[in-house]
């Protein structure tokens, strides 16, 4: 039964490298002669169970799971038709990595360049394929791509510099799994039952959405394996055992060859290396990821956060199982990349955004992320509509309401994005738009990057690009670009986690020059009318004052500091009781004293007790009633008490 | 402070000691005033009896204490852990029932020297009878009958100290789950000492309105400390609940967001904690006014009912006492329990007929040994 298991995977495998042999050899033939590449997408829910330890409803594609990768050349028109046939949920495609110049609208992410495909609705995807590289897409609303809508983009490339160096490409996923549905976790994740924000644990890791997958090497090739991690949270280390690597590209950024032994993916991060195959059949090589477990909250016992696979040699060998590797890791540090192109530093930046990242919880009791002091909630119109529909006021940053976070950049200025990590956790950020130079990047616990005293001369002359970088714990990260893709364009963490509690901020790239040069497609405005979302306004809709920001959707509001009025109100009102009541003990208390004296009087005192004395034995037969208000039968005791002892 | 000073744990001590020197001092008063006279042999053999008694009553105390910290320690201390608010909650609560039926008993405690003074001579009279008797009368209750009446002058201060102390010992065990060990010798030792001081010097200065003074302030701080066990028992119970639904998580949140369910908070301040840190002085006020710096509405609505309930109480025994009868019913009613104190109500009513004052009967362990 596992042979025949693994027969299957390895004949898959051997389907996808055909496949895209076959494709390189077709680029190879037409030479750039851009094609348009058509696909018709059925968005479904179908069931998997990739890790063979739960069935669970997934997102699928024409009713199939993983779903399929797109292969498109450089230069290539690639059309996504999109249908929501989900039924219960709407749904949007994201490029991941693609700087979509000119057609920002076509970028994915909801309330920002488009509005929700409601289920049953179509939406096509429709751009020209620019850049060469490993890629990915995904929905990009509501935290719904790791239910399993996410796969591959390859963008191969004739006029690689490196086409001579390899004789056959392999597509690797790396990626986590949950066995719950995102809603569910989310309705979890962001309630006051969590306050630590602690993020849900992956389930298990996969290899090309799949486990003890089968890569068949032949002796004596050179492959490159284009690696994505799509997962929602976990990033991965992954090696392969008696194999290096040879990095040429991260994020779709050619970079010299480099030589590594151990990687790590973010979540979003891609590499694409060489591995050239062993010259003899001996053995098979176990392929490991294994899933960054400080990110994790807590180590469940049964989670098993690695993954394997095999480079397959010989299928009658047996396949090894994966050495042991333990902490402290140490993958390959993608800092150290120098870019293909060798651009240089950019210049002095004309704006720099500094961005402090902090979780703290909101009056609902959640715990929500922060740049600075906003988390992130998304505008009723869509931001791209409100800078294509605001006029000159789409400038102002206000239009673009207080919640998304907005800055706009000036055309073909050089950005600084500064961003201080306050929490002690990892964070990829990704940059919608745009591959950044990382021009620095601290170790753990360096502080805010000004008070570290990092000087320019410090930076990399000519730094690492890529479009996603981890920014260590409470470390320090500065990135440059130059605005020179009109559009609106997202910033965020890419742990799909802190997309939901906010870690988000929108870049408004040359807004003007927007309402100059796009046209958006019919569609997209009919989809918003459908979905009765305004593609007309400010944040908050408003189109006749557009600096009125009320109505704006707004994140819960600050926890209070301390008491408010209600607290004051109780504070007072307990206080009022207990004064009160000590009154009414203490009245009580010493008004048996005045009876005392009057009953005194009526009576000698030792006769009177004998009486009282008697008449408890009488009553004694109220047991369980201790005490509880009789003693009061001693009232005329006190004055004979005295008298008593004075004798 | 809270930690190595439970301030309940001192005034329960305190009372408890009070109390005790009190009864002892009646004893011995009333020995000395009709035996040292008359009959000093047979007073010195009682006095002997006195403290015999109260000495072997405190020393049984002192074992049941062990013995039930033993127990607490050994046969659940981790289990408990676990759930501990559920625990602390549960204790406070019994802590708070026996302090609030009690406390009200205890009011009037100065005018009982009185009745045991009565009882004295009651007691003293019928074990002369008793003797004289001869003993002719069979059967073992007779004897143990006899046996009571001879040694009443043991027998008393024994039961009422063992009463009081394992009143007391139940008590601290139930605040000493919201507070830490280290909190409570030292203030039992101090109310201790401080109980027989007070006690003492009353005594000796035979100022009975003094000790009213005393045990109406002490009282008073009881149903204080009493009201915030009650809201703390709720605010245990709801905490119990949140971290239960939040997890593991809560332990570290401190005193930060997270840490209290927010859709029940009345008031919470990120400072004054009465149990983060040791409680840096607030748990004093924690332990006599209950207060807390993470409200809930249970909290507040329990602290403001009691206090109702306990206002409602007193002013209905006292109606009672001056009018012989409940409010809302007629003097002589029929049975009918609607008053507070329902059980006992009707043999009360019957009590306070045949007493013709309105006066309860009390059915302390003196009260039966006398029988």
């Given amino acids: 039964m596992a042979q025949l298991a693994f027969g299957r995977r390895h004949g898959r495998a051997v389907n996808i490298t055909a496949a895209s042999w076959l494709l390189c050899l077709l680029c190879h033939g037409l030479l750039a002669a851009a094609a348009t590449v058509t696909h018709d997408f059925n968005i479904t829910w179908t069931t998997a169970n990739p890790d063979g330890m739960a069935n669970r409803p997934v997102i699928g594609i024409n009713g199939q799971w993983p779903i399929p990768t797109i292969h498109v050349n450089v230069g290539d028109q690639l059309v996504v038709n999109v249908l929501n046939s989900l039924g219960n949920e709407s749904t949007s495609l994201h490029f991941h990595g693609l700087y979509m110049r000119g057609a920002t609208y076509m970028d994915g992410p909801v309330s920002v360049t488009q509005c929700p495909i409601l289920p049953g609705e179509r939406f096509t995807y429709n751009f020209t394929i620019e850049q060469p590289g490993t890629y990915?897409?995904?929905?990009?609303?509501h935290g719904q791509y790791p239910d399993g809508l996410r796969g591959p983009l390859i963008v191969h490339d004739p006029k690689s510099p490196f086409a001579d160096l390899y004789d056959e490409e392999v597509v690797l996923s790396v990626s986590d799994w949950y066995h719950d549905e995102m809603?569910?976790?989310?309705?979890?994740?962001m309630s006051k039952a969590n306050p630590t924000g602690a993020e849900p644990v992956p389930k298990s890791a996969l290899l090309n959405e799949t486990q003890d997958l089968s890569v068949p090497l032949q002796p004596g090739r050179t492959y490159l394996f284009r690696m994505v991690n799509m997962g929602a949270f976990a990033g991965q280390y992954v090696w392969f055992e008696g194999h290096n690597m040879t990095i040429l590209e991260v994020d779709g950024i050619y970079t010299h060859p480099a030589e590594a032994s151990m990687i790590y993916l973010s979540a979003a991060q891609r590499c694409s290396f060489l591995i050239t195959a062993?010259?003899?059949?001996?053995a098979n090589f176990p392929i490991v990821a294994s899933m960054d477990t400080d990110l994790f909250d807590k180590l469940p016992d049964d989670l098993n956060w690695n993954v394997t696979g095999w480079l397959v040699y010989d299928k009658a060998k047996p396949l090894p199982a994966p050495a042991v590797v333990y902490d402290p890791y140490e993958p390959f540090d993608d800092v150290s990349l120098v870019p293909w192109d060798n651009q240089t530093l950019l210049g002095e930046p004309d704006q720099t955004i500094s961005l402090d990242v902090i979780m703290d919880n909101l009056g609902d009791g959640a715990n929500y992320a922060f740049f600075n002091n906003i988390t992130y909630t998304s505008p009723i119109v869509p931001t791209l509509f409100t800078a294509l529909t605001a006029g000159d006021l789409a400038t102002n940053p206000a239009v673009y309401g207080t919640h998304t976070h907005p800055f706009v950049l000036e055309k073909d200025k050089v950005v600084e994005l500064v961003i201080n990590n306050l929490d002690p956790g990892k964070h990829p950020f990704h940059l919608h738009g745009h591959?950044?130079?990382?021009?620095?990047r601290s170790e753990e616990e360096a502080g805010p990057f000004a008070e570290s005293g990092v000087t320019v001369e410090q930076f990399g002359k000519v730094p690492m690009r890529r479009d996603t970088v981890v920014l260590r714990p409470n470390g320090n990260l500065v990135l440059r670009f130059r605005g020179?893709?009109?559009?609106?364009?997202?910033?965020?963490?890419?742990?799909e986690w802190h997309v939901q509690s906010g870690l988000v901020a929108t870049f408004v790239e040359a807004p003007l020059e927007m309402q100059k040069t796009l046209a958006v497609p019919r569609e997209h405005l009919d989809v918003c009318e459908r979905a009765g979302v305004p593609t007309v306004g400010n944040a908050a809709g408003n189109s006749v004052d557009w600096l009125d920001l009320s109505g704006e959707r707004a994140p819960p509001g600050r926890l209070p500091e301390g008491f408010t009025t209600k607290g004051i109100v109780a504070l007072v009102f307990s206080c009022l009781s207990g004064i009160l009541g000590v009154a009414v003990v203490a009245w009580y208390g010493f008004a048996g004293g005045a009876e005392g004296g009057a009953v005194g009087t009526e009576g000698t005192a030792v006769a009177g007790g004998v009486v009282a004395g008697k008449g408890e034995s009488n009553g004694a037969g109220n047991k369980g009633g201790e005490g509880s208000g009789g003693e009061s039968d001693g009232i005329g005791g006190e004055g004979d008490g005295r008298t008593g002892r004075g004798g | 402070m809270p930690d190595v000073f439970a301030v309940p744990v001192f005034l329960v001590t305190f009372r408890e000691a009070l109390e005790t020197v009190i009864i002892v001092s009646v004893l011995l008063a009333f020995l000395k005033q009709t035996l040292?006279?008359?009959?000093?042999?047979?007073?010195?053999?009682?006095?002997?009896?006195?403290w015999l008694g109260t000495g072997l009553g405190l020393l049984l105390c002192l074992i049941i204490a062990a013995a039930l910290i033993g127990v607490f320690y050994t046969a659940g201390a981790n289990k408990w852990e676990a759930s501990e608010l559920r625990f602390e909650g549960a204790f406070a609560l019994v802590a708070c029932v026996i302090i609030s039926v009690v406390g009200a008993a205890l009011l009037r405690i100065g005018k009982m020297q009185e009745r045991w003074r009565a009882k004295l001579v009651d007691v003293m009279g019928s074990s002369m009878a008793a003797r004289a008797e001869g003993g002719r009368a069979g059967g073992v209750w007779a004897a143990v009958k006899r046996w009571m009446e001879r040694y009443a002058m043991f027998v008393l201060p024994f039961v009422t100290v063992l009463r009081e102390g394992v009143e007391a010992v139940v008590f601290i065990a139930g605040v000493t789950f919201s507070a830490p060990a280290s909190a409570v010798p030292l203030p039992v030792v101090v109310g201790i000492a401080a109980g027989a001081a007070v006690g003492y010097g009353l005594y000796k200065g035979g100022s009975t309105t003094k000790l009213q003074f005393f045990l109406v302030v002490s009282t008073c701080l009881l149903y204080l400390v009493a009201a915030g066990l009650f809201s703390r028992a709720v605010w245990a119970f709801e905490q119990h609940a949140w971290q239960t639904l939040v997890g593991a998580d809560v332990a570290e949140l401190g005193q930060g967001p997270g840490s209290y369910d927010i859709d029940k908070s009345v008031w919470h301040v990120n400072c004054c904690s009465p149990v983060f840190n040791g409680?840096?002085?607030?748990?004093?006020?924690?332990?006599i006014f209950g207060w807390t710096n993470s409200a809930t509405y249970g909290s507040v609505i329990s602290y403001n009912v009691y206090w109702l309930c306990v206002i409602v109480s007193f002013l209905v025994m006292r109606y009672r006492e001056v009018k012989g009868h409940w409010p809302l019913m007629k003097q002589k009613a029929a049975a009918v329990s609607v008053g507070p104190k329902g059980d006992d109500q009707s043999s009360?009513?019957?009590?306070?007929?045949?007493?013709?004052?309105?006066?309860?009967?009390v059915t302390d362990e003196i009260t039966r040994v006398s029988v």
């Fill in chain 1, 136 to 141: 990915w897409y995904h929905s990009h609303i």
């Fill in chain 2, 279 to 287: 409680g840096n002085g607030w748990g004093f006020f924690n332990a």
């Fill in chain 1, 278 to 282: 062993r010259n003899d059949t001996s």
């Fill in chain 2, 36 to 50: 040292s006279s008359t009959n000093p042999s047979l007073h010195k053999r009682l006095v002997r009896q006195v």
């Fill in chain 1, 484 to 495: 020179d893709n009109p559009g609106v364009w997202l910033f965020h963490c890419h742990l």
């Fill in chain 1, 435 to 440: 591959a950044f130079q990382v021009v620095w």
């Fill in chain 1, 183 to 189: 809603h569910g976790l989310i309705n979890h994740f």
């Fill in chain 2, 348 to 361: 009360r009513r019957r009590a306070s007929r045949e007493e013709g004052k309105g006066e309860a009967a």
